[in-house]
């Protein structure tokens, strides 16, 4: 065997090992998820997304993750309830899947300060001013008290509407 041979020979192997990996590559992106297909949401925010219009029941994956809701015409109001990735499953009428979109819950962006003490951690909204945010994963006496004061607020701004009336 030549050296010229050999050289022939191992070009064209280096050329057929680059185009499988390349035909696997492409195989492969098109089971991943693209930007695309990815609903981006923050926790205890909500955000609309436009659909299908035949679109007649939507399935989440984890509840715990996100909530949606189908208005009409396509329309879905996904609210982010915990933090992770979850999916969502669009179906017609006839229980055809239209879609399977990716749902991921992320922690605020705003002017969070979360303060941390000992394992207890609290966290705070800093816009201009800080003030108590219940957010996942705060401590629990914390948490607590914080809905416990605004639930209290909210019955005591209601009561009040009510008695105008």
Do not use: H, W
């Not at 000992?118 to 909204?125: A, I, P, Q």
């Amino acid at each position: 065997m030549s050296f010229q041979f050999l050289r022939t020979q191992l070009r064209a192997s280096f050329i057929g090992l680059s185009i499988a990996a390349g035909v696997m590559l492409v195989s492969a992106g098109g089971v991943a998820a693209t930007a695309d297909d990815v609903i981006e949401v923050k926790v205890d925010q909500a955000k609309l997304v436009k659909f299908p219009a035949l679109i007649a029941t939507v399935v989440i994956g984890n509840p715990m993750i996100a909530d949606v809701s189908l208005q009409p015409g396509g329309v879905v109001v996904v609210t982010g309830k915990g933090y992770g990735a979850t999916n969502l499953i669009a179906l017609n009428r006839r229980g055809e899947v239209l879609m399977d979109r990716v749902i991921q819950v992320a922690g605020p962006s705003d002017n969070v300060v979360t303060i941390y003490r000992g394992v207890n951690r609290e966290s705070y909204s800093c816009a201009p001013a800080c003030e108590r945010r219940v957010t996942l994963g705060d401590g629990n006496e914390y948490f607590k008290t914080t809905l416990e004061q605004a639930g209290s607020l909210s019955s005591s701004a209601g009561g009040a509407a009510a008695k105008e009336n």
